[in-house]
C-alpha cells in the first residue's frame, strides 16, 4: 500500500515537474543591430520565452556551449548543403537513366558547391558533381560537355584519378586523357600576397602564400585571417598565364544575403536546418525583420518542420512588437517539444542571414576558456537586468544605423513592453 502510494506521488511529481521544452534563441535577423544593443535584445526576449512557464528558453550565451566545438559542421552544412541536396537529386536521376534530366540539376550543382567553398574547404562534393556530370553527358555522346566537365575537376586535383571498379572503362580512359592534356599545358602560375598571419587555402588544399604553381584552370582561393576576416575569390588560369592577387579581407560573415525574397527563404531555411542538425534536436527561434515588420517561426529539428509565421508591425518599438508574439508562438509548440500539426507551415521567413550579430559571433568566434578550451558553462539567466531596446525607429524604416540601447541597473519582471500593433498570421508581403 506504501509502495504503491510512493510510486503514485512519484509519477505525480515526475508529471508535475516535466522538463519544458528547449527553446534556443541564436539572436535576430535586424540589420545594424551589433554589439551590446544585439545581445541585450537576444535576453530580453529569452526572459520573455521562460516567463510563459511553456518553454526553457535557452539564452545565445548557453546555446554557445550547446554548439561547442560543432561551429565548422554547422557552417559547412550550410555553406554546402544546397549543393549536396542538388548533387543527390542529379545522382538519382543519372542512377534511373535521365542523363538528359539530370545534367541542369548536376549544372546547379557545381555551382552551388563552388560558391560554397567561400566558407567550406571541402571539395570533394563539387568533385563528385563534376565526375557525374562528365558521365551523363559522356552517356549522351557529347563528349566535348564530358571533358570540360572532367577537366574542372582535373584543376580542383590534378593527381585525382578514377578507378575501375566504380567507372567505365571508357570513362577511367577519357579522364585520364583530360588529365594528361592537362598536365602537358604550360603551369600557370598564381601568387597570393596574403596578410601576415593569414591562412590560405586553395581547392580545399590548405598552402603557403606566395608564388603557386597551378594546373590551368578554375581555382578557388579562401584566404582567412587571424582575426576572423576573410576573403574568397574563384580564379581561372589560361595556360602559361601570370597573376597576381591580394585579397581584400572583409568582416567573416555566415553567408551573402541572396538579393530576392525566394534566395532569401531558402538560405534561413538552410541555415536553420544546419544549426538544427547540431542542437540535439532542440526548437530553434528564428526571428528578424522584414521592411517594416518584425516575425517570428519555430524550427522543430526532430520533425524538420516550420511553424507558421507570426507578424507585427514593428512601429517604433520593434522589440515590443516581437515580445507581443511570443505568447502566440510557444502556443505553437506541444508539451513533447515538437510543432502542432495545425501551426505547420511550409512558408519560411526571408531573412537577411547576415544581420544576425549574435548568431554570427557564436559560430564564427567561438568563446575560448583560459585553457584554450570552448567554454561550456551554463550561465544563470534569471533575474537579469531589464534591457529596453531603443532608438530603432530607422532599422524599422529599413535603415542601417546601429541601435542604441538603454540599461537600467534594476533587475526585476519583465513589465509591459508596450503596444506594439496588431498581431497578424500569415504571408509576408
Do not use: C
Request: charged fraction near 20%; charge should be negative; glycine fraction near 10%.
Amino acid at each position: 500500500m506504501i509502495t504503491s502510494w510512493l510510486l503514485a506521488a512519484v509519477a505525480s511529481s515526475s508529471a508535475a515537474h516535466a522538463a519544458a521544452p528547449e527553446l534556443l534563441v541564436v539572436g535576430m535577423h535586424v540589420p545594424g543591430l551589433t554589439g551590446a544593443a544585439a545581445d541585450a535584445a537576444a535576453t530580453r526576449l529569452t526572459q520573455a520565452l521562460d516567463a510563459t512557464g511553456k518553454v526553457d528558453a535557452l539564452a545565445p550565451a548557453e546555446v554557445r556551449g550547446r554548439l561547442a566545438g560543432r561551429e565548422d559542421l554547422i557552417l559547412d552544412s550550410f555553406a554546402l548543403g544546397p549543393g549536396r541536396d542538388a548533387l543527390r537529386e542529379g545522382k538519382i536521376l543519372y542512377d534511373r537513366a535521365q542523363p538528359d534530366q539530370a545534367i541542369p540539376v548536376l549544372e546547379q550543382a557545381t555551382r552551388q558547391l563552388a560558391a560554397g567553398l567561400a566558407t567550406s574547404t571541402d571539395v570533394r562534393d563539387l568533385h563528385d558533381a563534376l565526375t557525374l556530370l562528365g558521365l551523363a553527358n559522356a552517356g549522351l555522346g557529347n563528349e566535348a560537355a564530358a571533358r570540360q566537365a572532367f577537366r574542372r575537376s582535373v584543376a580542383l586535383n590534378p593527381s585525382r584519378q578514377l578507378d575501375t571498379v566504380n567507372y567505365p572503362p571508357q570513362i577511367v580512359s577519357l579522364y585520364a586523357e583530360v588529365r594528361s592534356q592537362a598536365a602537358a599545358e604550360s603551369p600557370a602560375t598564381l601568387t597570393v600576397r596574403a596578410p601576415s598571419g593569414a591562412t590560405l587555402w586553395v581547392d580545399g588544399r590548405q598552402t603557403p602564400a606566395g608564388e603557386l604553381t597551378m594546373v590551368p584552370g578554375e581555382h578557388h582561393v579562401l584566404v582567412r585571417g587571424n582575426d576572423g576576416t576573410a576573403a574568397f575569390e574563384i580564379v581561372t588560369l589560361a595556360a602559361g598565364e601570370k597573376r597576381d592577387l591580394a585579397p581584400t579581407l572583409a568582416a567573416r560573415a555566415i553567408g551573402r544575403a541572396a538579393g530576392d525574397n525566394a534566395g532569401r527563404t531558402r538560405q534561413t531555411r538552410d541555415l536553420y536546418r544546419s544549426i538544427g542538425q547540431y542542437t540535439d534536436r532542440d526548437l530553434v527561434l528564428v526571428v528578424g525583420m522584414n521592411g517594416t515588420q518584425v516575425a517570428l517561426q519555430v524550427y522543430a529539428p526532430a520533425s524538420g518542420n516550420f511553424s507558421k509565421v507570426l507578424v507585427s508591425e514593428a512601429n517604433n518599438d520593434p522589440l515590443g512588437a516581437l515580445l507581443d508574439l511570443v505568447p502566440a508562438a510557444v502556443s505553437f509548440l506541444t508539451e513533447s517539444g515538437d510543432i502542432k500539426s495545425d501551426r505547420v507551415s511550409p512558408q519560411i521567413l526571408p531573412l537577411d542571414i547576415s544581420s544576425n550579430a549574435v548568431l554570427t559571433s557564436m559560430l564564427l568566434e567561438p568563446v575560448k576558456s583560459g585553457d584554450g578550451k570552448v567554454a561550456t558553462a551554463r550561465t544563470d539567466r534569471k533575474g537579469a537586468p531589464w534591457y529596453l531596446w531603443a532608438g530603432l525607429g530607422a532599422l524599422a524604416a529599413g535603415g542601417g544605423a546601429t541601435a542604441a540601447i538603454l540599461l537600467t541597473s534594476d533587475a526585476g519582471d519583465a513589465g509591459d513592453a508596450g503596444d506594439a500593433g496588431t498581431i497578424t498570421f500569415g504571408p509576408i508581403p
